[in-house]
């Protein structure tokens, strides 16, 4: 009965609901929410653990990658194979919306048009090449942080918590689209899991990157998030999940552009 009452507590315990939204939101790992509460999953509240699915799924896809490291295969091999699982783990939620994204900022017309275009379930070429050299970049980041002795978990994990950072502050700081589809957005965040989403994200950048690395790495993702955010308020009023996603697999590429450009530079 003890132990009844102790699992009981545990699924019903808030934060705990929270992380289990955010791997059901981010993630294609199956959760069965129903046995967990009876309630909604309530992803503004759980807002402050987006970065730690980010770590998590770090973890998991740089774990593989290490262990491919460690049996001997190349670097650019074991990068390319843990992003693929990364992206496998995700059900590719982030690149879909840099595709979508691509495909109908780049095709332009009325706000209408462009909706119509994002939504598509065909690619076009403005998303192909955007996903193409997006991941190319992507990787060649990885493939140049791990060259300079981090591990691939690492790597991977600061990239995906650091993107989910960026969908954070891009919610906050932009309005939503009139095209926005309920259920791939979520509410303002209030600052305290703003403050908590932070702490998470940042503290164990502390304790391996050179502030100045972290800073101007944390330069470029806001200029990003401004670039992107502004262009979406021009096209379709605001920002949609699509452009969300869009957001986060961009800001990772910037924050590792920045902290890459500082480590080399030091070299």
Not at 237 to 251: E, K, R, Y
Request: negative net charge; contains cysteine.
């Amino acid at each position: 009965k003890r132990e009844e009452l102790k699992m009981n507590f545990l699924f019903q315990n808030r934060y705990v609901l929270d992380l289990l939204a955010t791997v059901m939101f981010f993630t294609r790992i199956p959760v069965n929410w129903s046995y967990f509460s009876e309630k909604a999953p309530d992803l503004t509240r759980a807002a402050w653990a987006f970065p730690l699915i980010g770590y998590f799924i770090g973890i998991l896809s740089g774990g593989l990658g290490d262990i491919l490291l460690f049996l001997g295969l190349p670097i650019f091999v074991a990068s390319v194979i843990a992003v693929a699982l990364s992206v496998f783990i995700t059900g590719a939620i982030h690149e879909d919306g840099l595709a979508d994204m691509a495909d109908g900022f780049g095709a332009g017309g009325n706000s209408e048009r462009i909706n119509e275009i994002i939504h598509d379930s065909r690619l076009g070429t403005y998303g192909v090449i955007a996903l193409i050299l997006g991941i190319l970049i992507r990787v060649g980041l990885v493939v140049s942080l791990v060259d300079l002795g981090y591990s691939l978990i690492f790597v991977l994990s600061v990239g995906f918590a650091s993107g989910k950072m960026a969908i954070l502050i891009s919610r906050n700081f932009f309005n939503l689209s009139d095209f926005a589809k309920t259920g791939s957005v979520f509410g303002s965040v209030t600052s305290a899991n703003i403050l908590i989403a932070t702490i998470i994200w940042l503290t164990p950048l502390l304790f391996f990157f050179p502030i100045f690395a972290i800073l101007l790495g944390v330069f470029f993702s806001f200029c990003l998030i401004y670039i992107i955010g502004s262009r979406a308020t021009n096209l379709i009023g605001g920002i949609t999940g699509d452009v969300l996603g869009a957001t986060a697999f961009l800001s990772e590429i910037g924050f590792f552009l920045g902290v890459a450009i500082v480590l080399f530079f030091a070299i």
